[in-house]
């Protein structure tokens, strides 16, 4: 409900006007999936192709909100139904994935973990210590069964894919802008930016990255048609008795990752992909992360660390 309310009373900035080059540039500002996100696109046709995807992002958020009580997820963690239609099954399938090859750092399946902490409610509280142990009996990602467009979980898990769905979400944004013609954009959605093509200009797109401890971003990344997406525990967080708590949280034990890294950026191809790697890399922590990009062609990334040292691998 309160999803839906923010869904109607999003705010849309549009601004239309000729940029330097005389392309058309359109941009539009809006929140959904719990998260400020903007569209720019350049050329014939941006505020169309602009509205196609802005709907795009509203067909998501209804399919894979784990709030919204008419979404596939909402029914999958109440057992309504086990069929979901085939992109659901096939996002859950690359969210698995992608598990594996993180060693299970990205876990789906920890909503009632993070139910406990009070992230997706907003009513932060510090679970107790056996609260968190008997939740987090019922997670795991091996205990997935996917079964073509069936997914079988066992008894108490719940699946979430919010450190996946606005990468996966950014994807979809970019493909229907280009088949509406577009063929230079930047989408930022919440920490997932994803562009098409390069700048009007032709020159690379300059991605900034915000700086985890406040203040001005000094860190960039240059990039043409690619995916940047960040993750780190300054994003969503709160303090109880002077120890925060923020919403990354490492399947082994429970509790918010304890992780070395202040922010990490992932760049990427594939905005699905660089969404849950960024997730999965902070939990992981500096090492690991320079291990899998040294092991992962495509994969790169800039790490800022907690004591403020840069590390890009
Ligand atoms: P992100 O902001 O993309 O790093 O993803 C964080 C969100 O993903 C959280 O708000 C949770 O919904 C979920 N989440 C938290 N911890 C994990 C984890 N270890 N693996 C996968 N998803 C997670
Ligand atoms: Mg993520």
Redesign the pocket.
Known sequence: MKKKILILTLLIITVLFLASCGEEEYSETFFAMDTVMTITAYGDGAKEASEEAYKEIVRLEKLLSVTDEESEIYALNHRTTSNVSSETANLITEAVKISGETEG????T?YPV?LLWG?TEDENRVPKEDEIKTVLKNTGYKKIVINENNVLIPDKMML?L??IA?GYASDRVCEILKENGIKSAVVSLG?NVRTIGKKPNGSLWKIGIASPFGGDSEQSVEVGESAVVT?GGY??NFTVDGKTYH?????KNGYPAESDIASVTVITKNGAEA?AL???F??MGAEKTKEYCKNHSGVSAVIIMQDGEIIKC
Request: hydrophobic share 40%.
């Open positions: 750092a990205f876990d789906i920890l993070s992230f979430d919010g450190g606005k920490g993750s994003q969503r919403h990354i949280i490492d399947p969404d960024s997730t999965a902070f939990v």
